[in-house]
């Protein structure tokens, strides 16, 4: 026998399954709905999706190589630091600024892309201890601080000009924010351009459904996401949204808006990428469920009182709190019964 | 009885079972070694009190050490020969306990107690006390003291769910004994008063369902294939459809359940009069080059084992006493069969992956297989902190059965299952302190 034989707790098989082969699920997940940008959106959309991966790589990797174990000694072995870097890295930040660059509309510009992804990967994930250890996602968390400092540009898609059919269509929102603030777009959008994404406006990721369909698809089929919790996220606010456009003055409960809510703006991209991410969503099942919950009633109530895209926002505040999530909604061990209470006196 | 089906719960895993390495092979009866250490400390409770001397000499069956009170279990000599030794040293789980060294004559002089005829519940009683039974599946509790429960039991279940990966040697005892299995599990049921029996069987193992399937008094149910499937608590859900309560024993209720190995133990003590000094093992495992089901005789070294199975082929990574979700890594050869060992797996680099942990996603899916719906995650994120108390509150560590399905399940390799370990041992120091 060799003297290198492993001694350690059970279990002794493991499987196969790793951090790395979950991130490169998600990121093979997000290929058709990138794909779909570029031919929507031409090389602009292919030029910020490239500006956010390279920016997000590229500073995780210098946070990585300035931060802990002395600057100077770190510059003296450059070269065996970089391959400790290639032998962590886990494929998280690729995932970051993919989804970032996805929810940005087509007329950002490279360079506040570049400030967005430094302010995801930088401030919400690293600072924060990095992979597994960030409070928000940093993609919605990087989307957020871009539409609140870049506000004209980020947030109205207005590059459409090469598949637009009808340019009273597109004049600046994206189809649901025209809605929202009484426009009659729906009335002009089929659904099933709806669902493809031919001539809409929106977010680079957002526009394609079947893009995202089949992303959905994949990530349930390798079971890194469970598939009921974008589908109750997504049917469940546009439920509510529905009941709540009803009671809006001179309107009727009108069940066909459901699928123009669900399929609009950014609902579906987060729900399916954003608001499942591992690090920054509930652990427990019942603690999932109240999250999902409360994901779709915050969305249907924000979209309805600000009319504005409120996605990021929601699952950013609903992040935050994940935590008393965790630590109060805890599911009782196999075979526990509550024990009934006496009634005292008498 | 026709095969029903068992009863859903939430939780476990499924694990690549790689059972058709040693399945199909029939059992072999292991050459007598010429020296086996038997140690006196193989079941639950304290361990067994010595009573041979140095240079006597002993025959295969006979006593040489005695249960210490309630909680313990009698150990036999399992070959004809001289006591060569009476010493202390570790065993393969790091304790160090007493063993005695038993130098083999190859006379394979037998001596067994006495056959029962037409046997009382108490004489059975007896028996399986004084033949040394424990629980064969692995923990080891002294099967007398199990069958003497303090409420009424109204329902046996025999364990043959074999959820653990590798292991085989249920399986092949199920298909060559499955009659002898019976009758142990009917003096069983016998001794605690006229119990129904019961037998769970995963579904991965048809031809043992078939086995079982002719017996009329005897329920036998399909399990779904899930580890941890063969837990005590799970099983009796499955089988029965009861919850035994947390902190609560199975006989509290109504149901005991026994290892198919235990209720064939039973059966040889009491028609043949055969003490528990010999059980089936598995050897397997990628580095192994004949992979067998063995007969042993407790205290026979792993060394002797391997060799017979033809020794390794290519390099061992993990050398394993028992199950791979639940065994013992060992450190050399140079430890014993006991009781309660199911198998012996030498595994490649391939197999048992020793990877170095990253960073925890709390993705959940160790909460998600969690098959007593516990949250290991918290466990381990509060007892890396040095905070055991919140570590066993928030993740219900104290409930855990250290089945490491969670482990097996984590994509960021974390080591769950010690961080449980360590949490259990520090909050019962902290009672015990708080109870001085």
């Known amino acids: 026998m060799d003297n290198s034989i492993v001694i350690s707790t059970p279990p002794h098989v493991k499987s196969a399954r790793t951090t790395k082969g979950i991130m490169l699920d998600v990121i093979i997940a997000l290929l058709p709905a990138a794909i779909a940008g570029i031919v929507f959106f031409g090389w602009r959309a292919a030029v910020i999706i490239a500006a956010a991966v390279l920016t997000a790589v590229i500073a995780e990797f210098v946070y990585y190589f300035i931060y802990?174990?002395?600057?100077?000694?770190?510059?003296?072995?450059?070269?065996?630091?970089?391959?400790?870097?290639?032998?962590?890295?886990?494929?998280?930040?690729?995932?970051?600024?993919?989804?970032?660059?996805?929810?940005?509309?087509?007329?950002?510009?490279?360079?506040?892309?570049?400030?967005?992804?430094?302010?995801?990967?930088?401030?919400?994930?690293?600072?924060?201890?990095?992979?597994?250890?960030?409070?928000?996602?940093?993609?919605?968390?990087?989307?957020?601080?871009?539409?609140?400092?870049?506000?004209?540009?980020?947030?109205?898609?207005?590059?459409?000009?090469?598949?637009?059919?009808?340019?009273?269509?597109?004049?600046?929102?994206t189809h649901l924010s025209g809605y929202l603030l009484g426009g009659t777009a729906s009335a002009k959008m089929e659904w099933i351009d709806l669902f493809m994404g031919v001539g809409l406006a929106g977010c680079i990721g957002e526009t394609c459904k079947l893009a995202l369909v089949i992303g959905y698809l994949y990530l349930v089929i390798r079971k890194v996401i469970k598939w009921w919790q974008p589908l109750l996220y997504v049917v469940l606010?546009?439920?509510?949204?529905?009941?709540?456009?009803?009671?809006?003055?001179?309107?009727?409960?009108?069940?066909?808006?459901?699928?123009?809510?669900?399929?609009?703006?950014?609902?579906?991209?987060?729900?399916?990428?954003?608001?499942?991410?591992?690090?920054?969503?509930?652990?427990?099942?019942?603690?999932?469920l109240v999250y999902y919950i409360l994901l779709a009633v915050l969305t249907s109530l924000l979209r309805f009182y600000t009319k504005l895209e409120v996605v990021s926002f929601v699952i950013m505040i609903m992040n935050l709190i994940v935590p008393l999530i965790d630590t109060y909604i805890v599911r009782r061990p196999f075979g526990y019964k509550r024990e009934k209470k006496v009634k005292e006196g008498k | 009885m026709k095969a029903v089906k068992g009863k859903f719960f939430f939780g476990g895993v499924h694990i690549r079972d790689k059972k058709s390495l040693s399945c199909d092979v029939p059992t072999e009866v292991l050459p007598e070694p010429s020296v086996v250490c038997i140690s006196t400390h193989q079941s639950l409770g304290k361990p067994a009190v010595p009573c041979v001397e140095v240079g006597q000499s002993v025959v295969e069956g006979q006593l040489i050490a005695k249960a210490n009170g309630a909680v313990s279990s009698n150990v036999f000599a399992s070959v004809a020969g001289v006591v060569r030794e009476i010493k202390q040293m570790p065993s393969a789980s790091g304790a160090e306990e007493t063993f005695v060294v038993i130098q083999s004559d190859g006379s394979q002089f037998k001596e067994y107690l006495p056959p029962l005829v037409q046997p009382s519940p108490e004489q059975i009683l007896e028996r399986i006390f004084q033949a040394g039974i424990v629980g064969m599946g692995g923990a080891g509790f002294p099967a007398a003291v199990k069958d003497a429960p303090k409420t009424p039991v109204d329902t046996l279940v025999i364990n043959g769910a074999e959820c653990e990966p590798y292991l085989t040697c249920d399986h092949r005892l199920m298909i060559e004994h499955a009659d002898e299995i019976v009758r142990g599990a009917r003096y069983i049921a016998a001794a605690l008063g006229g119990a129904a029996i019961a037998i769970g069987i995963e579904r991965n193992k048809p031809d043992c369902i078939a086995a079982f399937e002719p017996y009329d008094d005897v329920k036998v149910v399909s399990l779904a294939k899930r580890y941890p499937m063969g837990s005590e608590k799970h099983l009796i859900y499955s089988v029965v459809g009861r919850y035994v309560r947390p902190g609560k024993l199975p006989a509290d209720a109504g149901v005991i359940v026994h290892n198919v190995g235990t209720a064939y133990a039973v059966c040889q003590a009491v028609e043949l009069g055969k003490p528990l000094y010999?059980?089936?093992?598995?050897?397997?495992?990628?580095?192994?080059?004949?992979?067998?089901?063995?007969?042993?005789?407790?205290?026979?070294?792993?060394?002797?084992?391997?060799?017979?199975?033809?020794?390794?082929?290519?390099?061992?990574?993990?050398?394993?006493?028992?199950?791979?979700?639940?065994?013992?890594?060992?450190?050399?050869?140079?430890?014993?069969?006991?009781?309660?060992?199911?198998?012996?797996?030498l595994m490649t680099?391939?197999?048992?992956?020793?990877?170095?942990?990253?960073?925890?996603?709390?993705?959940?899916?160790?909460?998600?297989?969690?098959?007593?719906?516990?949250?290991?995650?918290?466990?381990?994120?509060?007892?890396?902190?040095?905070?055991?108390?919140?570590?066993?509150?928030?993740?219900?560590?104290?409930?855990?059965?250290?089945?490491?399905?969670?482990?097996?399940?984590?994509?960021?390799?974390?080591?769950?299952?010690?961080?449980?370990?360590?949490?259990?041992?520090?909050?019962?120091?902290?009672?015990?302190?708080?109870?001085?």
């Open chain 1, 68 to 173: 802990n174990g002395g600057f100077k000694a770190k510059c003296a072995n450059a070269g065996g630091v970089c391959i400790s870097w290639l032998k962590q890295f886990d494929f998280t930040s690729v995932v970051t600024g993919l989804i970032l660059a996805l929810i940005l509309p087509s007329t950002a510009e490279w360079y506040e892309v570049v400030i967005g992804a430094l302010f995801a990967i930088i401030i919400v994930k690293m600072l924060f201890g990095g992979t597994g250890k960030n409070l928000v996602n940093p993609a919605a968390a990087g989307r957020v601080m871009m539409f609140l400092s870049f506000s004209i540009t980020t947030y109205v898609a207005t590059n459409f000009e090469p598949i637009s059919l009808d340019s009273n269509l597109f004049t600046g929102a």
């Open chain 1, 237 to 288: 606010s546009a439920f509510l949204s529905v009941c709540l456009a009803a009671t809006a003055e001179g309107a009727s409960f009108d069940i066909s808006l459901f699928v123009d809510y669900a399929l609009s703006g950014g609902l579906m991209f987060g729900a399916i990428f954003m608001a499942t991410d591992y690090v920054t969503s509930p652990k427990g099942v019942y603690g999932q």
């Open chain 2, 278 to 345: 010999e059980r089936e093992i598995t050897v397997s495992g990628g580095a192994v080059a004949s992979p067998k089901n063995l007969w042993v005789k407790i205290g026979t070294s792993v060394k002797d084992v391997i060799d017979y199975c033809g020794g390794e082929t290519g390099r061992v990574t993990k050398a394993v006493l028992g199950g791979p979700m639940t065994g013992t890594a060992i450190a050399d050869y140079d430890k014993y069969i006991t009781k309660t060992s199911g198998g012996i797996l």
């Open chain 2, 349 to 436: 680099s391939k197999e048992a992956e020793c990877s170095a942990p990253t960073a925890c996603l709390n993705c959940g899916k160790c909460a998600d297989v969690c098959p007593m719906h516990l949250m290991p995650m918290q466990t381990a994120f509060y007892s890396n902190a040095g905070d055991f108390e919140s570590a066993a509150k928030l993740g219900g560590t104290m409930h855990c059965i250290e089945c490491g399905a969670c482990e097996y399940v984590c994509p960021a390799k974390r080591p769950l299952i010690q961080a449980i370990r360590k949490t259990k041992a520090a909050v019962r120091t902290a009672k015990a302190k708080e109870e001085k």
